[in-house]
């Protein structure tokens, strides 16, 4: 909060860099320059997204479905639950869908730990009893 | 529509393609970016889209009397105060409102008089406090020549440009107009930490701020009289956690956006709770409101400039608006105020502290400073006062059932010290990232990148919870 008088991003600006060329700039996204030319920036970005892309469609057909299902019911969603479905289906019989249940099973299993196991109620236990 | 969500990504990939396609005219593109914008908002309610479009024209006109008036002074100022009254009193009618009916009509029920007033429901627009805020620093920087003016469409962008629009960070006009005036170039350095603070935002948001408030810190708050005392101190650290994962995984998100698009965003949050200081906190904490806080209002008050007294005043007065400005809530106002008064006695320590008293050693500074602000968030996150006071009663095992850690899992404590652990990693770790990461091949970085994406979906919980700085 406020600061007596200073000017903050002057502040940034003067900050020292580190062993990388590192320093506090006015945005988290700007970097020292390399030590060679990159170039083809945009080329380089459409295609890093494709590939994620591809990879999302390919082994998340899940994450697809469920939003699917989520539209609100008109014709087109209609359609688009379709089209989820089946791919959903084309997917899984590659075993794509499989990683990302898998993945999802551990961590829910990890989730399900306690400190303690949960000992029964009184009245359990003697339901058990008897 | 939300960041971590299907259709935002749907929604992104065509504003990516039309936005580059479209490179050829800066214009267009920055109309294919302003309907898109009013696309994003229209989707929480169409009615606010023309809000936003009237006050981008209120500022946008208020500024150019502004100038207009260059050679009288008294009309320059008189232009301000309007604009600025303008901004105050859409913000106040919409957060305010109903807050101020309620309170005025219990102050005439203690003096007797017995009226049920008519309190309308106003809706919150989503980001209203941003926008507006956004706004009037942009006649303030005219007017106090600090920044250029900007053309309507410019004007127009800057107030609706949809990466910071709902929860910030606040991009003030000097910084982003300038941006807008030509075709932005890609480079793989941007377009590399991007990508990096997308997918560390979605982590920080999708599994530690979800699991925290779905596992633990929404129950116990919802009822902190239930809970027991270590209970309730999980989730006061928890929420500590959440709201900083939660919201500079906002921040990250939308400056990653931002720069997958062309635009560099300004800083919002550097690992706040390593402060060791109250003044260090708001350093790094929600950087471009406090920014925003110091330049407008603390220095409009008086600042440091007419004593220490004065200086205090500004301190305690611009903390005190500056938790108003999260709602319109007296925990709000408790919040501010806690932090106004550490503000101010820290302040006043380092003038009266006697000269042979050592300083504490910076881990005791920063630990004192991280539990006077954990102090804050039970005020800031408690549902009412009579709330916040039980769960500080619960905490010293009055009126709470015996001790219990019925809430707590291992996971979760894991997540709170995960969340704990990323302030004490180097400053530059992410920026590190991104400089590897743009050293290599497009396709290897787009399958890691959607591969940790698909991680982040298996772990998150179902659904997907509003970001808690939407209310504000």
Not at chain 1, 33 to 54: D, F, K, M, Q, V
Not at chain 2, 304 to 315: A, D, K, T, V, W
């Amino acid at each position: 909060m406020p600061r007596d008088g200073s000017v903050p991003d002057k502040v940034i600006e003067r900050t020292p860099a580190d062993a990388n060329g590192l320093a506090l700039s006015l945005s988290p996204v700007d970097l020292p320059e390399p030590p060679a030319p990159l170039p083809n920036g945009l080329r380089w970005t459409t295609i890093t997204i494709a590939w994620a892309t591809l990879v999302l469609l390919l082994l998340n057909a899940h994450a697809l479905r469920s939003w699917a299902y989520q539209l609100p019911p008109t014709d087109l969603s209609a359609k688009v639950v379709t089209l989820a479905e089946s791919w959903y289906d084309n997917v899984d019989r590659f075993g794509l869908n499989r990683p990302v249940e898998a993945m999802h099973g551990w961590w829910q299993t990890a989730k399900d730990h306690r400190f303690r196991e949960e000992q029964p109620a009184p009245a359990d236990a003697g339901r058990a009893a008897g | 529509m939300l960041f971590p969500t299907l259709t935002f990504g749907l929604f992104f990939l065509l504003v990516y393609a039309a936005t580059w396609l479209a490179r050829g005219s800066n214009e267009w593109r920055k109309i294919i970016l302003l309907v898109a914008s009013w696309i994003f908002y229209g989707w929480w309610d169409t009615r606010f889209v023309l809000l936003l479009i009237l006050s981008a024209i209120l500022n946008w006109g208020a500024a150019r009397l502004i100038l207009a008036a260059d050679e009288k002074p008294w009309l320059r100022k008189a232009w301000l105060v309007l604009g600025v009254a303008a901004n105050l009193t859409i913000l106040g009618f919409f957060k305010y409102y109903g807050f101020f009916m309620v309170q005025l009509e219990a102050l005439l029920r203690l003096a007797g008089w017995e009226r049920d007033l008519a309190i309308m429901q106003v809706v919150l627009p989503v980001g209203i406090s941003f926008f507006t805020f956004q706004g009037m620093s942009y006649l303030i920087d005219i007017y106090r020549r600090q920044t250029a003016p900007a053309a309507l469409l410019d004007m127009t962008l800057l107030m609706s440009f949809f990466p910071h629009l709902v929860a910030g960070p606040i991009v003030r006009a000097s910084h982003l107009v300038p941006q807008f005036e030509r075709v932005p170039e890609m480079t793989r350095g941007m377009a590399a930490m991007g990508i990096a603070l997308i997918v560390w935002g979605l982590f920080k948001k999708a599994v530690i701020a979800s699991e925290l408030a779905t596992g633990l810190v929404d129950t116990v708050f919802f009822d902190p009289s239930a809970h027991g005392s270590l209970d309730l101190i999980a989730a006061a650290y928890g929420y500590a956690v959440q709201i900083y994962c939660d919201f500079s995984a906002y921040s990250d998100m939308a400056i990653g956006i931002a720069a997958l698009l062309g635009y560099r965003f300004p800083h919002n949050f550097n690992q706040p709770y390593r402060a060791a200081s109250l003044q260090d906190f708001w350093r790094r904490w929600h950087i471009s409101l406090s920014s925003w806080l110091r330049d407008y209002l603390y220095v409009s008050l008086g600042g440091s400039h007419h004593g220490l007294r004065r200086l205090c005043f500004s301190l305690m007065a611009t903390m005190l608006l500056g938790g108003l400005w999260h709602g319109a809530s007296w925990n709000f106002v408790i919040w501010g105020a806690i932090h106004g008064s550490v503000l101010v006695a820290e302040r006043l320590w380092r003038e009266y502290r006697p000269k042979s008293w050592r300083p504490l050693p910076a881990w005791l500074d920063i630990l004192v400073t991280f539990h006077i602000v954990l102090l804050g968030w039970i005020f800031f996150r408690a549902a009412s006062f009579g709330d916040a006071l039980a769960f500080l009663g619960g905490v010293a095992g009055r009126g709470a059932p015996a001790v219990s850690t019925a809430m707590l899992t291992p996971m979760l404590l894991a997540l709170i010290l995960l969340g704990m652990t990323f302030h004490f990693m180097p400053r530059f770790t992410i920026q590190q990232v991104g400089m590897r990461l743009r050293a290599m091949p497009a396709s290897l970085v787009g399958i890691g990148a959607g591969l940790l994406i698909l991680v982040v979906d298996a772990m998150r919980p179902e659904g997907v919870a509003p970001f808690i700085y939407y209310q504000f």
